[in-house]
């Protein structure tokens, strides 16, 4: 198969990756891809959000699939334009990437679906927002409703502070026409989990759960990251949790989009808290999550192209999905200073003596220059590793880590300690 798959991450770099490991001979491309995907693919120098200059690449070209890894060109409307030339692509129409590019929108198709959620109510006028305070304890969570790069959600401990954040949305702009519309949500306890449903419109497969690491300190302290590492399966989420994924969540979901008219080819990205008020969807996304996938896809067997394709072209056997036994875990190694600023440009060493040891090494951050890899990003690469469980996979993926070397490289060393405590 000839397949173009569109984005420039560590996510990118594992789907081309697993596309590779059917052992289909597929022609690869990758837009614009990275330097670990060039050893993959053909890069084609065109931007994940160009969406002109990809659906003329697509034109020229005729792929027999696209896959389109992050969300901004599916929100833009890259999806319709490559379906409009014929071709099959994976990721959902603009319409229905919505339940991820507008979280008022998305609350919306919950309440329709009876989907458990936060309760919350949703505003574009400061004062009735302001007024609205009163009916929420604390926390609170504010909420932008557009896309805002994972800064849009603002946890406020106090009035005042849930305040500032809505007429920093409302009033001052904050995050521009993606905040001219606010939630106001309840907070939700618990430990998150990250689901992936395979979707064609009407059958859905999902994927083992995995569980991402967002602060960028051990112990889960200190800003927010890209995401620092992650871990499948994940315990918390019980065969019991996935049912009620599968039948409360994405089932309903799709029909209420189907009542609207909008058929969801892709991957919904369950954002799920498990806590004491049982499983409730924080967010959905319309594409795989990085780091989760770096994970989750070398569970996959069989043919990924195939499962792509039948996604995109609305006949997907749900029973056609299988993993692997055991675990994968990635572990995160970013540049000094990430996530505030930092330095380009570090030689990496090691990167062959990981893979030597059967770690998979996956780029996010790196570039060629003069025939040396270095980083080009705050998040560099993510180091994933297969185990028989995931004490294993833990083990495995650090050894790989200590084969790297860059200047200033961080990690964390506490990827998946979360499991352990459900383990024992
Ligand atoms: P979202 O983009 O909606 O997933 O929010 C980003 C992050 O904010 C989530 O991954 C959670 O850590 C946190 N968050 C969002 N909504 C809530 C909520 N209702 N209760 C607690 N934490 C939340
Ligand atoms: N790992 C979370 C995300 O991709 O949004």
């Given amino acids: 198969m000839k397949i173009l798959v569109i984005g420039s991450g560590g996510r990118e770099h594992a789907i ?15 837009a614009p891809g990275n330097a670990g995907i060039e050893a993959l693919a053909t890069t084609v120098p065109i931007g994940a959000e160009d969406v002109e200059g990809l659906t003329a690449w697509v034109r020229g070209n005729r792929p027999d699939l696209v896959v389109v890894g992050p969300e901004a060109p599916l929100c833009a409307g890259l999806a319709d334009a490559i379906a409009a030339l014929g071709v099959p692509v ?50 609170v969570v504010v909420k932008a409703d557009g896309l805002a790069a994972g800064k849009g959600v603002i946890i406020a401990q106090t009035r005042a502070e849930a305040e500032e954040a809505l007429r920093g949305m409302l009033e001052a702009g904050r995050f521009g026409a993606a905040g001219a519309e606010v939630l106001i949500e309840e907070f939700l306890e618990g430990e998150e989990a990250s689901v992936f449903a395979l979707c064609d419109g009407e059958h859905v497969a999902l994927l083992p759960a ?12 200190g800003p927010n990251t890209g995401g620092m590492g992650a871990y499948t399966p994940a315990p918390i989420a019980t065969p019991e949790v996935m049912a009620q994924v599968r039948d409360r969540v994405v089932l309903p979901t799709l029909r209420a989009l189907r009542e609207r008219g909008i058929v969801y080819r892709g991957v919904l990205f369950c954002g799920l808290m498990i806590g004491p008020k049982g499983v409730n969807v924080l967010e959905f996304n319309c594409r795989f999550g990085d780091p989760e996938t770096e994970v989750v896809l070398p569970m996959l067997k069989g043919n990924f192209a195939a499962l792509l394709l039948a996604c995109a072209q609305g006949r997907l056997d749900a029973s056609a999905v299988g993993t692997e036994s055991g675990a994968a875990v990635t572990v995160v190694m970013a540049a000094p200073g990430y996530p505030g600023a930092y330095p380009k440009g570090l030689e990496i060493s090691g990167v062959a003596e990981a893979e030597a040891i059967g770690c998979v090494v996956f780029h996010a951050g790196t570039a060629m220059r003069e025939g040396k890899l ?26 790989g880590v200590a084969k790297i070397h860059f200047e200033g490289a961080h990690f964390r060393r506490d990827i998946a300690a979360k499991a352990f405590r459900h383990l024992h």
């Fill in 16 to 30: 081309v990756w697993r596309l590779a490991q059917d052992g289909a001979g597929h022609a690869l491309f990758c």
């Fill in 90 to 139: 994976f990721g959902p129409c603009q319409a229905a990437a919505r339940l991820e590019g507008s979280k008022a929108f998305s609350k919306e198709i919950m309440m329709v679906a009876g989907v458990p959620t936060a309760r919350a109510e949703i505003f574009k006028d400061v004062t009735q927002a302001i007024a609205a305070l009163e009916r929420f304890d604390l926390p």
């Fill in 210 to 221: 995995a569980q991402d690491h967002k602060r960028v300190n051990d112990h889960d302290e």
């Fill in 374 to 399: 270095v980083t080009a990003g705050g998040r560099v690469l993510t180091v994933t590793a297969r185990g028989t469980n995931l004490r294993e996979a833990v083990d495995n993926a650090y050894a």
